[in-house]
Nanobody, 120 residues
Framework: QGLLVESGGGLARVGDSLRLSCAAS????????VGWFRQAPGKEREIVAA????????YYASPVKGRFTISTDNAENMVYLQMNSLKPEDTAVYYC?????????????WGQGTQVTVSS
């Protein structure tokens, strides 16, 4: 089994920065990729960013491109999401998730989520 534990969420004002952390253990440390997702109240969950464990490949959703940066620390089995220039529409529960295999586009293991609230 894999385990992912998010931290770093909280309250922020428009324009502030937050850094989310995701600690991976078990099978998630050998996953093909890890992604950050978010779900706002009344909305569907959406992908925010993803990165291969080697760090060679990254993906960003259009709403966060240029503001968010995803990175890994392979030695510590950590994945980070640096969020800059936060906007009220970034308010959501943020989850990290592991995509175990390159051939399977599903994200198999999920963390419990961390709340990010951005106020104007």
């Amino acid at each position: 089994q894999g385990l992912l534990v998010e931290s770093g969420g909280g309250l922020a004002r428009v324009g502030d920065s937050l850094r989310l952390s995701c600690a991976a253990s078990g099978r998630t440390t050998s996953a093909y990729a890890v992604g950050w997702f978010r779900q706002a109240p009344g909305k569907e969950r959406e992908i925010v960013a993803a990165i291969s464990w080697t760090g060679g490949l990254t993906y960003y959703a259009s709403p966060v491109k240029g503001r968010f940066t995803i990175s890994t620390d392979n030695a510590e089995n950590m994945v980070y999401l640096q969020m800059n220039s936060l906007k009220p529409e970034d308010t959501a529960v943020y989850y990290c998730a592991a995509r175990l295999d390159y051939s399977d586009t599903n994200y198999n293991d999920w963390g419990q989520g961390t709340q990010v609230t951005v106020s104007s």
